[in-house]
Each structure stands twice: as structure tokens, then as C-alpha cells.
């Protein structure tokens, strides 16, 4: 049952006997038919709307914001975080400052 707000994407077309013409090559109506239903299976995948599930792995996520689009997730001790347009990330950043006895350092 899909839910509700969820895009179906279409099945594919399989083909029959009438599909098959000589030699065993698909006909230009199959192909068209197969070309219409994956075109139409990449733009309901592509179309951006909220997404349900049961379980999800995040493998090799990067573990700062450096190099991210907005919107993009990393991990940093072990949370999740997100990308925002009002955040500046650096993979590394080092500064040192002296003002008379008081040292900074930042890491």
C-alpha cells in the first residue's frame, strides 16, 4: 500500500510476444513504452518530498562540514549534523595570538 503523499514510481513494461519482432529484437513501441516508464521511474526518484523508512546506514560520512553543500549531513562526536547556510565549516583551523602575557590558541 503506498503512503500517503508517496510518489509511485510506474513498473516496467515487460515484454510479450507481440513486443519481439524478427530475429528476436524488441520493437521501436516496446522501446518507447520502456524509455516512457524509466523516464517517469527517474523523476518520481529525482521529485523532492518527505521519505519514510524502516532502517537506514549512513556509511562513510564525513566527519566535518568542509566542502558541503547546504543541506548535506556529517558527523561530529557521534551526531548527526547538517549543513545550514548561517555555518562556516574548515576541516582544520589553527590560530595563535599573543597580547602581552595571554596566549590564544584555537584548534
Known sequence: ????GAVPIPRLPRPDRGSIGREGV????YLEE???ALEQALEAIATQGPARHTGLA???I?????GLRID???EEAGFLKIVRTSEGFAASFVATASVGD???VTT
Open 58 to 60: 549512513l556509511t562513510n
Open 72 to 74: 548535506d549531513v556529517f
Open 1 to 4: 500500500m503506498a503512503q500517503q
Open 26 to 29: 524488441v520493437t521501436p513501441r
Open 34 to 36: 520502456l524509455v516512457s
Open 62 to 66: 564525513q566527519a566535518n562540514g568542509a
Open 102 to 104: 595571554v596566549t590564544v
